[in-house]
């Protein structure tokens, strides 16, 4: 089993940058995959990104193409979401979710580890 802890969220202006950051412990392989998925009120479960721990495989939602990248560091265990270019409708609890298989999945069922999140907040 993988614990999960996500740091690095706060409020920002719209235009802003922000990187979260997600430090795994446990068990992790270089083709096991990390996501990141965000919710905000009201709304469903929604995916970002995802990454294998050997950065060899990347997949962004159409959301984030563009503006947010993801980025694993396994020296340090720990998986960064840099997000540029903020729009308020980024505003969302963010979190990271590990995948003990391979696979980029995009569905949030397919993650068995989940960290507790972390509050974005994009002011307009």
């Known amino acids: 089993q993988v614990q999960l802890v996500e740091s690095g969220g706060g409020l920002v202006q719209a235009g802003g940058s922000l990187r979260v950051s997600c430090v795994a412990s446990?068990?992790?392989?270089?083709?096991?995959?990390m996501g990141w998925f965000r919710q905000a009120p009201g709304k469903e479960r929604e995916f970002v990104a995802a990454?294998?721990?050997?950065?060899?495989?990347?997949r962004y939602a159409e959301s984030a193409k563009g503006r947010f990248t993801i980025a694993s560091d396994n020296a340090k265990n720990t998986v960064y979401l840099q997000m540029n270019s903020l729009k308020p409708e980024d505003t969302a609890v963010y979190y990271c979710a590990s995948r003990s298989f391979t696979g980029l999945s995009s569905d949030g069922y397919d993650y068995n580890s989940w960290g507790q999140g972390t509050q974005v907040t994009v002011s307009s």
């Open positions: 446990g068990r992790t392989f270089s083709n096991h995959v």
């Open positions: 990454i294998t721990w050997s950065g060899t495989g990347i």
